[in-house]
């Protein structure tokens, strides 16, 4: 079947406690020279067809079930590669 | 500062409970037609560049930090759009 993409990110304004753990991590790991990291969700839903109405409802879904709109945003929803 | 997306999904062959339960909601929502979800993490990581040296080492620090070998795999290195 194939898939379609979502991705959903803590909204910038959020504080990202894993986020920042990570940052400190690589830092400690000797990964220099990376900045900030932010940690979000990535989703695959398989569907019968990719098309203009079931990405619809995909990202209906998206707003609804896979994000907190509160403090997340979707940012993105796409035909999987 | 740039950001390059680091895309990590569960190995097929692993279970993902956290999808399962996702795919199920989405029937009791009135989400007809759309198949099994699966969760994964999306990562954005601040550089100063977005060059082949700085994706090989975020590549690197997502395969050592941002998933677990064993039961993940890294889908994407890529620059933010």
């Known amino acids: 079947m194939p898939?379609?993409?979502?991705?959903?990110?803590?909204?910038p304004?959020?504080?990202d406690p894993q986020g920042t753990a990570?940052?400190?991590?690589?830092g400690r790991?000797?990964?220099e020279g990376l900045g900030e990291v932010r940690q979000?969700?990535?989703f695959e839903v398989a569907v019968?067809?990719?098309?203009?109405a079931t990405l619809a409802r995909v990202r209906e879904a998206a707003e609804t079930l896979l994000s907190?709109?509160?403090?997340?945003?979707v940012v993105?929803?796409?035909?999987?590669d």
């Open 68 to 73: 907190n709109p509160v403090i997340e945003d």
């Open 48 to 52: 019968d067809a990719v098309d203009d």
């Open 13 to 15: 304004e959020i504080l």
């Open 76 to 80: 993105a929803v796409r035909a999987a």
């Open 40 to 42: 979000g969700k990535r």
């Open 22 to 26: 990570i940052t400190h991590a690589l």
């Open 29 to 31: 790991l000797g990964f």
């Open 3 to 11: 898939r379609i993409v979502v991705e959903v990110m803590p909204k």
